[in-house]
């Protein structure tokens, strides 16, 4: 008998919970050896895509979403996605990702 409900929303709690600690380790990582990341791909791929690629987010890419909203969402968090500060993800950073993001393809779908 599991002791976690077999829901969705909980299986991605749970995964979000149990990836966290890795995504703190990659986006401490993450920055170039200036403190700054490369563009707002360099921080999609080393931070963002841990989750919203391995199936524990929604897909962001492709849908087109505004920077506006990508930042609200980042610095406060939304049900399972915590809350990035500053001083993880920097303003400048975080611009840059919400670009990215707002013109960036749909991925091709898996067969």
Request: glycine fraction near 10%.
């Amino acid at each position: 008998m599991s002791l976690l409900p077999n829901h969705p929303a909980v299986r991605r709690t749970v995964n979000a919970c149990l990836a966290l600690p890795l995504i703190l380790l990659a986006g401490s990582a993450a920055a170039s050896g200036d403190g700054a990341f490369k563009s707002g791909e360099d921080v999609y791929a080393k931070v963002c895509g841990h989750c919203h690629e391995g199936q524990v987010g929604p897909q962001i890419k492709g849908r087109q979403l505004p920077p506006a909203y990508i930042s609200a969402i980042v610095r406060n968090g939304f049900r399972a996605m915590p809350a990035f500060p500053a001083s993880f993800i920097d303003d400048n950073a975080l611009q840059q990702v919400g670009e990215y993001l707002a013109k960036s393809p749909a991925p091709a779908a898996k067969p």
